[in-house]
């Protein structure tokens, strides 16, 4: 079993940019999977980003690639997500998740969660 705590978000203008990290609690952060999904207000939870174990391959929505990096320190503990040249509609609550299985973009696949970082970006 893995618990997660989010940090690193904030307010921030538009343009700018938030690094989120997750760290992990247990000695096996370095098995699992990790992905950032984000849930905006009044909108459904949405995948972000994923990153495999190893830290060689990831995966990333279509329309956030450009801006955004997810990358991992199994040293750490710890998954993050740089966040560049954010939008307005990028607000919302960021999770970092886990699971076992792999890192596709269904929610459902995911474990274990952390309770969540706000992102407000102001225009």
């Known amino acids: 079993q893995v618990q997660l705590v989010e940090s690193g978000g904030g307010l921030v203008q538009a343009g700018g940019s938030l690094r989120l990290s997750c760290i992990a609690s247990?000695?096996?952060?370095?098995?699992?999977?990790m992905g950032w999904f984000r849930q905006a207000p009044g909108k459904e939870r949405e995948f972000v980003a994923s990153?495999?174990?190893?830290?060689?391959?990831?995966r990333y929505t279509g329309s956030l690639k450009d801006r955004f990096t997810i990358s991992r320190d199994n040293a750490k503990n710890t998954v993050y997500l740089q966040m560049n040249r954010l939008k307005p509609e990028d607000t919302a609550v960021y999770y970092c998740?886990?699971?076992?299985?792999?890192?596709?973009?269904?929610?459902?696949?995911?474990?274990?969660w952390g309770q969540g970082t706000q992102v407000t970006v102001t225009s």
């Open positions: 998740a886990a699971n076992l299985m792999g890192y596709g973009p269904n929610e459902k696949t995911y474990d274990y």
């Open positions: 990153i495999h174990w190893g830290g060689g391959s990831t």
């Open positions: 247990g000695r096996t952060f370095s098995t699992y999977y």
